[in-house]
């Protein structure tokens, strides 16, 4: 008699035990409804200004159709060395400390998979992106998570990583400007950071994709600071700041022999990213600033009216200091994040992400995205006003 196949049995056990994304879980609600003004996706409202597009049809009508080299383009590797010395005050080899990923997700991916024994402990602060924690699993890691609060603009401290610290740590993932929170860092606070990171010999991985999108101080990369070059994995893209999310470009930094195994994973799974989107990267990163500044004068407008109207409406929103994004709490009403989302969808159509979605620190709090349109945030808070005065 033959045997039943269940293909549930042949799913490997760390796979089985990922979460689907909360967004996604979410936006599958959304799907199919219609007129709904959306506060959920994070992607820039703008379209990637045309002479990035243009350099992209450019190299297609040149044939630009091939693969490249496993890291990258030469010329791109080049101009990102450029880029990062006089924004970021760090230097790298384009030609053995960089590599070109298709996406900083995957550039995050293969930097954990590269650094990640079964059993290491990667410490990272929560909320976060949705992805950190499966990646860490996936890996065969342990994530650890930090929570952060909103009375500290939700940045991390180097009192409150400590505290997780054990002989199985092995590095700290960073994310600021923080998705969702908005949250930065100050210097002083990512010094104590990296000095506690130097005595327990940890390596760090930062997330600094929405670094240009920075409202109010410097924005500084612990990669700058003395002694860190070397322990850090930096990691960066052209989603945000160049409005490029469908190129699905992005990159890593840092010594060589941890490029070098990145590199090994890449070439066997990605091989490399696309050259088309290369050449826009090419475009963007040398002669995209204007575009990106006129962009963020454009989020900070968008930031200042969403949390002033959030803040009157009674549900408290701390400003956010980068990225595009608001948080409010939603605990005063005394709904789940999740119950909060939904009925806000349901009754007044703006999708918004509930927090919890970003880790069980999050729960609590609502993602809203404000890359979109200054009239649709507008309409999105009076629904808001008009929901919130509802539960009373």
Same mark, same amino acid.
């Given at each position: 008699?033959?045997?039943?196949?269940?293909?549930?049995?042949?799913?490997?056990?760390?796979?089985?035990?990922?979460?689907?994304?909360?967004?996604?879980?979410?936006?599958?609600?959304?799907?199919?409804?219609?007129?709904?003004?959306?506060?959920?996706?994070?992607?820039?409202?703008?379209?990637?200004?045309?002479?990035?597009?243009?350099?992209?049809?450019?190299?297609?009508?040149?044939?630009? !159709?091939?693969?490249?080299?496993?890291?990258?383009?030469?010329?791109?590797?080049?101009?990102?060395?450029?880029?990062?010395?006089?924004?970021?005050?760090?230097?790298?080899? #384009?030609? =053995?400390?960089?590599?070109?990923?298709?996406?900083?997700?995957?550039?995050?991916?293969?930097?954990?998979?590269?650094?990640?024994?079964?059993?290491?402990?990667?410490?990272?602060?929560?909320?976060?992106?949705?992805?950190?924690?499966?990646?860490?699993?996936?890996?065969?890691?342990?994530?650890?998570?930090?929570?952060?609060?909103?009375?500290?603009?939700?940045?991390?401290?180097?009192?409150?990583?400590?505290?997780?610290? !054990?002989?199985?740590?092995?590095?700290?993932?960073?994310?600021?400007?923080?998705?969702? =929170?908005?949250?930065?860092?100050?210097?002083?606070?990512?010094?104590?950071?990296?000095?506690?990171?130097?005595?327990?010999?940890?390596?760090?991985?930062?997330?600094?994709?929405?670094?240009?999108?920075?409202?109010?101080?410097?924005?500084?990369?612990?990669?700058?600071?003395?002694?860190?070059?070397?322990?850090?994995?930096?990691?960066?893209?052209?989603?945000?700041?160049?409005?490029?999310?469908?190129?699905?470009?992005?990159?890593?930094?840092? #010594?060589?022999?941890?490029?070098?195994?990145?590199?090994?994973?890449?070439?066997?799974?990605?091989?490399?990213?696309?050259?088309?989107?290369?050449?826009?990267?090419?475009?963007?990163?040398?002669?995209?600033?204007?575009? !990106?500044?006129?962009?963020?004068?454009?989020?900070?407008?968008?930031?200042?009216?969403?949390?002033?109207?959030?803040?009157?409406?009674?549900?408290?929103?701390?400003?956010?200091?980068?990225?595009?994004?608001?948080?409010?709490?939603?605990?005063?009403?005394?709904?789940?994040?999740?119950?909060?989302?939904?009925?806000?969808?349901?009754?007044?159509?703006?999708?918004?992400?509930?927090?919890?979605?970003?880790?069980?620190?999050?729960?609590?709090?609502?993602?809203?995205?404000?890359? !979109?349109?200054?009239?649709?945030?507008?309409?999105?808070?009076?629904?808001?006003?008009?929901?919130?005065?509802?539960?009373?």
């Amino acid at each position: 008699m033959a045997t039943v196949f269940e293909p549930l049995n042949y799913i490997a056990d760390n796979v089985r035990a990922i979460p689907r994304s909360g967004i996604r879980d979410f936006f599958d609600i959304v799907q199919g409804m219609k007129d709904v003004i959306s506060l959920g996706v994070g992607e820039p409202d703008f379209v990637t200004p045309w002479h990035i597009r243009e350099a992209a049809i450019y190299a297609l009508e040149r044939g630009r !159709t091939s693969y490249t080299s496993n890291l990258g383009l030469p010329k791109l590797r080049e101009a990102i060395a450029v880029s990062l010395e006089k924004h970021f005050q760090v230097k790298y080899d #384009p030609r =053995t400390q960089i590599i070109i990923a298709v996406g900083v997700s995957e550039a995050m991916d293969i930097a954990i998979r590269a650094i990640t024994n079964p059993g290491d402990e990667i410490i990272y602060h929560e909320p976060c992106y949705v992805s950190y924690a499966p990646t860490i699993s996936l890996a065969y890691g342990k994530p650890v998570a930090v929570a952060c609060d909103a009375s500290n603009g939700f940045a991390v401290t180097a009192e409150a990583i400590a505290k997780v610290i !054990t002989p199985k740590s092995k590095a700290l993932l960073l994310n600021f400007p923080t998705n969702p =929170t908005g949250g930065t860092m100050t210097r002083e606070e990512l010094l104590k950071i990296a000095d506690l990171v130097k005595r327990h010999n940890l390596l760090v991985l930062t997330d600094e994709i929405y670094s240009e999108l920075t409202f109010e101080g410097e924005h500084v990369s612990i990669a700058s600071l003395p002694g860190m070059l070397e322990r850090t994995i930096f990691l960066h893209g052209f989603s945000k700041a160049y409005a490029m999310t469908g190129f699905r470009i992005g990159y890593a930094c840092g #010594p060589t022999p941890l490029i070098d195994a990145m590199m090994r994973i890449h070439q066997y799974s990605m091989l490399c990213a696309s050259i088309i989107s290369q050449e826009a990267a090419l475009e963007a990163i040398q002669h995209g600033e204007v575009d !990106t500044g006129s962009m963020r004068d454009q989020y900070r407008l968008r930031r200042n009216y969403i949390v002033k109207s959030l803040n009157d409406i009674g549900l408290p929103c701390h400003l956010p200091r980068g990225s595009f994004y608001a948080f409010p709490s939603i605990r005063s009403t005394g709904l789940t994040s999740k119950e909060f989302a939904v009925r806000f969808l349901e009754q007044e159509k703006v999708a918004c992400v509930p927090g919890s979605a970003f880790g069980a620190s999050g729960e609590g709090f609502l993602r809203c995205c404000f890359a !979109t349109s200054l009239p649709q945030i507008e309409t999105a808070m009076e629904r808001m006003n008009r929901f919130v005065k509802g539960l009373k």
